[in-house]
């Protein structure tokens, strides 16, 4: 049974920058776990933000970023805003089926 | 735009059967895989099942596999739960969710429906 693993929690200062990660039990997580990253805010759908490690969907705000790091997957946040205090949750593939990871909530403050 | 409208949800008792559905519009339905997603009341999302844009293949969360089947109608634009010998542990919010490409998941999602399983 794979397991995501995902910081609990984080906080950051409003125009600060954080950083989340996203970890896999199988080993470490590359281009080819094609690492997805969703917003879900309280009451509603997650939202996508990221695909395939590092690309933007057109909605996606330019302040968000993917990347690998460290043998995890990674999403940047730089200038956060108030309303980016949210709950995170990457999503990882392993051969068909797809993993998510705990998710963290990013307080804002 | 996208529109993506489940259904199908309620309270049933553990043992029981619950077909979900998702009604697709604002797009070319077969074009797509879909996904299955479900939350637990205050817990993170859980991905449950995957389809291929024309049902030739489909995959499965471990903690679903054998009760749970995906399925599709192209004529219809509708995607399908059908989810059998119900436990406690399956009480969630189901999400459907549409790729946009080939391993680009879930980038639209329903509001989702609740199930309940409780006796």
């Known amino acids: 049974q794979t397991v995501v693993t995902q910081e609990p929690s984080l906080t950051v200062s409003p125009g600060g920058t954080v950083t989340l990660t996203c970890a896999s039990s199988t080993g470490a997580v590359t281009s080819g776990y094609y690492p997805n990253w969703f917003q879900q805010k309280p009451g509603q759908a997650p939202r996508a933000l990221i695909y395939?490690?590092?690309n933007k969907h057109s909605w996606t705000p330019a302040r968000f970023s993917g990347s690998l790091l460290g043998g995890k997957a990674a999403l940047t946040l730089s200038d956060v805003q108030p309303e980016d205090e949210a709950e995170y949750y990457c999503l990882l593939y392993h051969g068909g089926a797809w993993v998510f990871g705990g998710g963290t909530k990013l307080t804002v403050l | 735009q996208v529109q993506l409208v489940e259904s199908g949800g309620g309270v049933v008792q553990p043992g029981w059967s619950l077909r979900l559905s998702c009604v697709a519009s604002g797009f070319a339905f077969s074009g797509y895989g879909f996904h299955w997603v479900r939350q637990a009341p205050g817990k993170g999302l859980e991905w449950v099942a995957f389809i291929q844009y024309d049902a030739s293949n489909t995959y499965y969360a471990d903690s679903v596999k054998g009760r749970f089947t995906i399925s599709r109608d192209n004529s219809k634009n509708t995607l399908y739960l059908q989810m059998n010998s119900l436990r406690a542990e399956d009480t969630a919010v189901y999400y459907c969710?549409?790729?946009?490409?080939?391993?680009?998941?879930?980038?639209?999602w329903g509001q989702g429906t609740l199930v309940t399983v409780s006796s």
């Open positions: 969710a549409k790729d946009l490409l080939r391993l680009v998941p879930a980038g639209h």
């Open positions: 395939s490690t590092s």
